[in-house]
């Protein structure tokens, strides 16, 4: 699976983990070039605290475009290290 935005593959994996139709790829998958940290946060009731990330790509900026759980709760320990992707990103085979 390849994360895309703006023409660039931002993450690229055959591990993924599908959780409510998102794909969450491995961390060590992601071209962590084009992530910035966000101040952002918000909580899933399951899943815990999430953070996020900016995306940045040949001068473009998509806020909060990335998310990730730094310490998930316990349902939901098989997406730590792991990052998914919305606002725009093209997820594709």
Request: charged share 25%; proline share 5%; with cysteine.
């Amino acid at each position: 699976m390849k994360a895309i935005w703006n023409h660039e593959v931002i993450a690229e994996s055959d591990e993924t983990i599908v959780i409510e139709n998102n794909h969450y790829f491995p961390l060590q998958s992601v071209n962590k070039e084009y992530l910035i940290e966000s101040a952002t946060h918000t909580t899933c009731p399951w899943k815990g605290e999430a953070s996020y990330y900016t995306l940045e790509v040949d001068g473009r900026s998509n806020p909060d475009a990335a998310w990730y759980y730094p310490q998930p709760k316990d349902a939901a320990q098989n997406i730590k290290n792991y990052i998914a992707f919305w606002k725009g990103v093209k997820i594709e085979a």
